[in-house]
């Protein structure tokens, strides 16, 4: 599974939209295996889009994102993780350990943003839980297209 | 002055004011701020200042880390905010320090307005829609999007096709718009409109003395468009003696104005659009065979919207959001059985048919959500009979389940080409398909030889 958080002086960036940079970060179980940092560069959004799934990025972990590129993402089949804020190696270790509910880690009127942006057909905005969630509550699973399966 | 009077007069003006200590944290944030973002006091005081603005200068110009670092006022800057339902929010932004009474800086205060109206208004009139304004998550469109950038940075001429109201001139200014000619102009010219002298001149343009009322020299739009983009529109509607003028713009990127004697090399990147079918058009001798060639380089298919009929519930989201602004109400959207008689409905006039019939509500409608009663008489009507079960649709499960049949429809029954218009992976269409008991013929798409 990959990881991408856009990243901005360690943290994660706070608009996704205009974020500079992405770090990409591969794991298989629990184990990373890779790690890259990217240019987002001045990319137009549908590019931005493009160039996370050509990255073979999974799930996608970002603050703030406007409507039509967490619309085009998501049509990638990457689930998208937004409103979230804080230093990204706390993000990703949160994020495998299913800690990322933790409000520390809620953008400031998230309970907005998630009823904004989770209408319609729900793809993508939906949350994973973490590859290193194995035990305690059963857990919910959510395909690409933000539907529970069991 | 005791806090309670300043909160008092901080809330009662119209532009957002925040205020941050050294260290990026809100610090104070005023009634209007907390409209434009949609992030009350509470949840702000005490956050970063990014996390709870969402500008796009964040990472890369933060004004307020400007003036805390040159000690200089920034006024009235043009960016852009992400409010707290995901819309980008223009605003135009000031910056001072915060001072205390011995003069030491203990922070700064922003102050911003609202640029949402202005800009909408502004687009309207110059019919100046962005990219950003086309919204869909239907795969031949995602496909569209894929392959756009490539087409914008290379130089060939581009042919767009497809159904009126389609979007066509959007994908043609965004063609310019991620293109290297960006800051030259991006010319529009509606070839179906004016009348063939007209057109000559108005491309072509002329000089003094070449007919009668020719006073003074006129340059063409092809002039105007010098170093940009020229976006022929309707080029399906022009005339044999047009086309010949024309192919020879395209094959030399030379042409003559009207009365001139010398040639004029132009340096213009051409894109055309059409709704007709050209390469019928060719067969039946109505266009030209070299000049369909020519302009046939890089050709894109805008599909109608009866085609993407998954988009509707976002496109009339943003057609209400649009209207919101422009009429000054406040309309949370439309019920399910609109939605339902929408889904059901084939949009001939594509999205302006749509645009035209969220207005229509918009202006029947005074607040709240939009009714079946507040569409378009001629359409409340046919809502009948396009189908009984749309009309009596009372859930999102019922609207998913006619998106579901019109694409397995329109795919001919194949699951696998109706899942990648829908944009969902073929096992969650199966389930869909299970869960909302679709029944399926015997033979379907893919026993037909189909995907």
């Known amino acids: 599974m990959k990881i991408a958080i856009p990243i901005w002086q360690g943290r994660i960036s706070p608009v996704m939209d205009a974020a500079a940079r992405v770090l990409a970060v591969e794991y298989d179980g629990t184990c990373e295996v890779s790690r890259i940092e990217e240019s987002l560069g001045d ?27 967490l619309t085009l993402i998501a049509a990638q089949g990457i689930t998208v993780i937004p409103w979230i804020t804080g230093p990204a190696e706390q993000i990703l270790e949160a994020y495998r350990n299913n800690r990322l509910s933790h409000p520390k880690f809620m953008m400031p009127g998230y309970g907005r943003c998630r009823r904004g942006q989770g209408r319609g057909y729900g793809q993508g905005c939906r949350q994973r839980m973490g590859p290193g969630h194995r035990q305690g509550r059963k857990r919910k699973e959510i395909n690409q297209d933000g539907e529970i399966l069991s | 002055m005791p806090k309670a009077a300043r909160d008092i007069i901080l809330d009662s003006i119209a ?17 209007a701020a907390e409209k434009m973002t949609g992030i009350s006091r509470e949840d702000a005081i005490g956050r970063r200042c990014c996390d709870v603005f969402r500008a796009s200068i964040c990472e890369t110009e933060c004004a307020l880390n400007q003036t805390l670092q040159t000690g200089k006022s920034l006024i009235n800057r043009e960016i852009y905010i992400l409010n707290a339902e995901g819309q980008r929010v223009p605003v135009s ?3 001072a320090l915060l001072q205390d009474e011995n ?10 307005r609202d640029l949402s109206v202005i800009k909408q208004l502004r687009k309207e009139l110059k019919g100046h829609f962005s990219f950003a304004d086309i919204i869909s998550r239907n795969h031949k469109m995602q496909e569209l999007f894929n392959i756009l950038p490539g087409i914008a940075t290379s130089p060939s001429t581009v042919l767009i096709e497809g159904e009126s109201g389609t979007g066509k001139e959007l994908f043609a200014r965004a063609v310019h718009d991620y293109s290297p000619r960006k800051s030259k102009p991006f010319i529009v010219v509606n070839c179906g409109a004016l009348p063939d002298t007209l057109l000559e001149s108005e491309l072509f343009g002329y000089r003094a003395g070449a007919f009668t009322d020719a006073k003074k020299d006129k340059p063409g739009r092809l ?149 079946l009663r507040h569409l378009p008489d001629m359409f409340a009507k046919a809502g009948g009979t396009i189908t009984e079960t749309a009309a009596s649709v009372t859930s999102l499960e019922q609207m998913e389940r006619i998106f579901i049949v019109d694409a397995l429809k329109r795919n001919n029954w194949n699951r696998l080409a109706a899942a990648r218009e829908l944009g969902i992976h073929k096992s969650t269409l199966f389930r869909k398909i299970k869960r909302l008991v679709i029944e399926l013929p015997p033979q379907d798409g893919r026993m037909s030889g189909g995907v």
């Not at chain 2, 003069?103 to 911003?112: D, L, R």
Request: with cysteine; glycine share 8%; proline share 4%.
């Open chain 2, 223 to 371: 002039a105007l468009a010098e170093g940009g983009t020229i976006f022929l529109d309707e080029i399906g509607d022009i005339s044999p003696a047009m086309q010949v003028r024309l192919l020879r713009v395209l094959q030399d990127r030379t042409y003559e104005p009207l009365g001139a004697t010398e040639t004029i090399t132009a340096d213009v990147r051409v894109v055309t659009a059409t709704n007709k079918d050209l390469s019928q058009l060719v067969k039946d001798g109505k266009f030209r065979s070299d000049l369909y060639y020519r302009i046939n380089v890089v050709r894109l298919y805008l599909p109608p919207l009866r085609e993407r009929k998954e988009d509707i519930p976002l496109l009339v989201e943003n057609f209400v959001s649009r209207f919101n602004r422009l009429m000054s109400k406040n309309i949370s959207g439309v019920s399910q059985q609109v939605m339902a008689v929408l889904a059901a409905h084939d949009f001939p006039g594509n999205i302006r048919e749509l645009e035209n019939i969220i207005e229509h509500a918009f202006v029947l409608c005074p607040g709240g959500v939009i009714e």
């Open chain 2, 93 to 95: 932004i000031s910056t």
């Open chain 1, 43 to 69: 990319e137009f959004i549908p590019q931005r889009a493009r160039h996370l799934a050509d990255l073979g990025v999974n799930v996608l972990i970002c603050g703030g994102i406007s409507q039509p590129l």
């Open chain 2, 103 to 112: 003069g030491v800086v203990i922070g700064g205060v922003e102050t911003f």
């Open chain 2, 15 to 31: 532009d957002g004011v925040f205020t941050v200590d050294r260290e990026w944290k809100i610090t104070m944030f005023n009634k």
